[in-house]
């Protein structure tokens, strides 16, 4: 009986299905093996090393978020891509997320920006080394502008609660009540706007990521040498 043949996208298929279906360490392929795989599939080795060195600019996402029906505490977004960027690539990717936070960060290695969403204040860390880019935003509550509010919610609730009982003073229970309701319907409306800033952020990320990606897919340092050069000559002239 003859052996079975596959195309290439299916030998590829093949791979990928069986490195995402889990396992230990013994499934780990080091770049030798993975040399002599490219070899077996009539891929050309000398191409394989290329994609390895810039990166081949897969995205990988691990997010901790609150759970439950209050407000969100602090929470972390995550997004590691295979390739390193270059000092100008990272301070651009970076330029996109927001402004300048205290530190800085480390020039050429790490970025570090600022910005908020909603009721959200967020860091954000891109930071370029050992062959990957990580993204790191961290979240956490603005108490900074919810800090209005907090005021006019009591005025709010006191001014009911006084018109309530000047119209009938038997109606304490009922006033009460009603304040309750009014602290509850502020604190879950928050709540739920907390959320819609976690989409918001989580897509910034996944935006910045993929940012990332097409700099180390799209040979985009080439670019960036292209544009230094550029402002060179135009200093010289």
Known sequence: MSERRYTREEAMEAL???SESGGGDDDLVSESELLAMAGEMGVDSGRLREVLARGTGSVQGRDHVATGW????NETFERV????LSPGQLEEVAELAGGRYEDGGTPGVRETREFWEGWRYVTLDVTARGGRTKILAKSKISYMRLSPF??????ACLMFFVLMLKENPS?????LQGVISMGLLFYFGVGWSMRLNRKRIVARVDELATKVKEQVVGGGEDRFRSDELAERVGEES
Do not use: K, S, T
């Open 150 to 155: 907090f005021p006019l919610l009591a005025i």
């Open 171 to 175: 109606n304490l229970e009922q006033a």
């Open 81 to 84: 891509i295979d390739g390193e």
């Open 70 to 73: 209050g407000w969100p505490g």
């Open 16 to 18: 990928r299905a069986a």
